[in-house]
């Protein structure tokens, strides 16, 4: 199975921008989908974003649209999260993952659907 590994987090101030990577190590045809979930302490994990590995298409979570953008480099498979315009309730701590179907409107937020997660990389939001 493909081994999604995730850096570029870390602390940043309200307002500002990071950039999040994730690169796909190991089997990369099991992956169709690709997403990033976040999770706060005794909070269920949530979708943030995803992308069809084949055809580009995005989907977002609706309090992160207009700030944030997936996109990936299918050559170096990496797929990446550009977090604009943060704010304190973006802290929480970032998940890659991989799953072997296509991404659909219905259920890309669905952490039952991927099959493959990263350790994660904090991203904290201070004032």
């Known amino acids: 199975q493909v081994q999604p590994v995730e850096s570029g987090g870390g602390p940043v101030q309200v307002g500002g921008s990071l950039r999040l990577s994730c690169e796909a190590v190991g089997y990369t045809y099991t992956m169709s989908c690709m997403a990033w979930f976040r999770q706060i302490p005794g909070e269920e994990r949530e979708g943030v974003a995803s992308i069809n590995v084949d055809n580009g298409e995005t989907y977002y979570v609706d309090s992160v649209k207009g700030r944030f953008t997936i996109s990936q480099d299918n050559a170096e498979n990496m797929v990446y999260l550009q977090m604009n315009s943060l704010k304190p309730e973006d802290t929480a701590m970032y998940y890659c993952?991989?799953?072997?179907?296509?991404?659909?409107?219905?259920?890309?937020?669905?952490?039952?659907?991927?099959?493959?997660w990263g350790q994660g990389t904090q991203v904290s939001v201070f004032s």
């Open positions: 993952a991989a799953a072997a179907g296509n991404c659909l409107a219905g259920d890309w937020a669905s952490k039952y659907m991927y099959h493959s």
